[in-house]
């Protein structure tokens, strides 16, 4: 059975820092994707990475995976009170069913 | 891009009734869509695998009688959630997928009173 650690949980950071989310799990797969959830809303798509080195880049986020330690990392440089929201990490297995990390809570303060 | 739109946005109904969420995926076809539930403040737990002329694949724990799921078509898949109960209010969502990416619907939030 395919678990997906995440963490931390929670996260309250000062504007202008630098921070990593940690995403581990325990099987073999192809594809982890990254998303952000708003109160109340659905999920919003920040990236998919899909081999063994890969690192993404949007504005003040970064995402990376290494499959051989089964390990994806969401960095986030110099955050600003935008990037408050909840961030989960998802591992596709077989099937393409996707397995939820169980969320970072990131609160931004000035 | 890929848009998966998902009605209505909010239910809330008495408990016995049934309620249907529809999951349409507006600019490509989906042979395949995705159910899941969230609780608050939890992740997204999968409840099913909706497939199109097939029956649904329901994850471990999910009750196929009460969550009835059906594919009609390349572009739709509805959930009802039958003789609802309080314990059943959540947040249900449909995901589909474009290639590579899967895209979310908006989101279903189920209150039963």
């Known amino acids: 059975e395919l678990k997906v650690e995440q963490n931390p949980l929670f996260l309250s950071m000062q504007e202008g820092k630098n921070y990593t989310i940690y995403c581990n799990y325990s099987?073999?797969?192809?594809?982890l994707y990254w998303y952000r959830q708003d109160p109340g809303k659905s999920l919003e798509s920040l990236f998919v990475?899909?081999?063994?080195?890969a690192v993404k880049q949007e504005g003040r986020l970064m995402a990376s995976l290494d499959t051989k330690a089964r390990l994806s990392t969401l960095h986030i440089t110099a955050a600003v009170h935008d990037l408050s929201a909840t961030y989960f990490c998802?591992?596709?297995?077989?099937?393409?069913?996707?397995?939820f990390g169980a969320g970072t809570i990131l609160r931004v303060k000035s | 891009g890929a848009v998966v739109s998902q009605h209505p946005s909010r239910v809330i109904c008495k408990s016995g009734t049934s309620v249907k969420i529809e999951c349409r995926s507006l600019?490509?076809?989906?042979?395949?869509m995705f159910w899941y539930r969230q609780f608050p403040k939890q992740s997204l737990m999968l409840m099913a695998t909706?497939?199109?002329?097939?029956?649904?694949?329901?994850e471990q724990g999910v009750e196929k009688d009460k969550f009835l799921i059906n594919h009609a078509s390349l572009t739709l898949s509805t959930l009802t959630v039958t003789s609802a109960h309080p314990e059943d209010s959540s947040f249900y969502i449909c995901?589909?997928?474009?290639?590579?990416?899967?895209?979310f619907g908006s989101g279903t939030q189920l209150s039963v009173l």
């Open positions: 995901s589909a997928r474009e290639g590579e990416k899967l895209f």
């Open positions: 099987t073999t797969s192809d594809r």
């Open positions: 990475l899909l081999s063994n080195g």
């Open positions: 998802a591992v596709d297995m077989a099937g393409n069913k996707l397995v």
């Open positions: 600019d490509f076809q989906a042979t395949t």
């Open positions: 909706s497939n199109e002329g097939s029956k649904a694949t329901y």
